[in-house]
Antibody, heavy 118, light 112 residues
Framework: EIQLQESGPGLVKPSQSLSLTCSVT?????????WSWIRKFPGNKMEWMGY???????NYNPSLKSRISITRDTSTIQFFLHLNSVTTEDTATYYC???????????WGQGVMVTVSS | DVVLTQTPPTLSATIGQSVSISCRSS???????????LNWLLQRPGQSPQLLIY???NLESGVPNRFSGSGSETDFTLKISGVEAEDLGVYYC?????????FGSGTKLEIK
């Protein structure tokens, strides 16, 4: 059974960088499909941020393209989100997820709440 | 970006009642490969989202068959035939035909 778990700081100051880790168990990052970061803003709005796929290629939401980077470490079975120059508008719950683009057998992590505040 | 408009934003139902949620897309979601990548998710309170339906009408493994999906092109519907207490939460449609992947605005289901 694939499981994902996000980790990272819950509070980040404006203009700083946000870095989160998604730890995967029960699977490998190279076996197939996409590994995404998605965030849910206060209220119900959800935004797909980007993915790294099983080959290591990345695809980002154009709304974030200049600020986002997704990388991975296949040996520790983790992938990472790095978001530069955060503002209060980046306050959200951040989720990592598997196979969001593939649909079937989609798996989400539990989410980590990140607040951007001075 | 594809805009998915969900209605209603809030739904109140009694146990056993059947309800429907609409998801309308600003563009056709029929892909060039013949599939339509429109999925439905449920986020229960305090939990992460879970997949209910993929590719319009396919029930994800382990999901009760009171959930069903239908539609084509730009018009899609999720139906719950006989709401149960565990169905409360926020329902999202999500499309993966056109990049970037986008979500509907959500429909909150409350149990009366």
């Amino acid at each position: 059974e694939i499981q994902l778990q996000e980790s990272g700081p819950g509070l980040v100051k404006p203009s700083q960088s946000l870095s989160l880790t998604c730890s995967v168990t029960g699977y490998t990052l190279t076996s197939g499909y996409d590994w995404s970061w998605i965030r849910k803003f206060p209220g119900n709005k959800m935004e797909w941020m980007g993915y790294i796929n099983y080959r290591g290629s990345t695809n980002y939401n154009p709304s974030l393209k200049s600020r986002i980077s997704i990388t991975r470490d296949t040996s520790t079975i983790q992938f990472f989100l790095h978001l530069n120059s955060v503002t209060t508008e980046d306050t959200a719950t951040y989720y990592c997820a598997y196979r969001v683009w593939g649909g079937r057998n989609m798996v989400w992590g539990q989410g980590v709440m990140v607040t951007v505040s001075s | 970006d594809v805009v998915l408009t969900q209605t209603p934003p809030t739904l109140s139902a009694t146990i056993g009642q059947s309800v429907s949620i609409s998801c309308r897309s600003s563009q056709s979601l029929l892909d060039t490969d013949g599939d339509t990548y429109l999925n439905w998710l449920l986020q229960r309170p305090g939990q992460s989202p879970q997949l209910l339906i993929y590719s319009v009408s396919n029930l994800e493994s382990g999901v009760p068959n009171r959930f069903s999906g239908s539609g084509s092109e730009t018009d899609f519907t999720l139906k719950i035939s006989g709401v149960e207490a565990e169905d409360l939460g926020v329902y999202y449609c999500i499309q993966a035909t056109h990049a970037p992947l986008t979500f509907g605005s959500g429909t909150k289901l409350e149990i009366k």
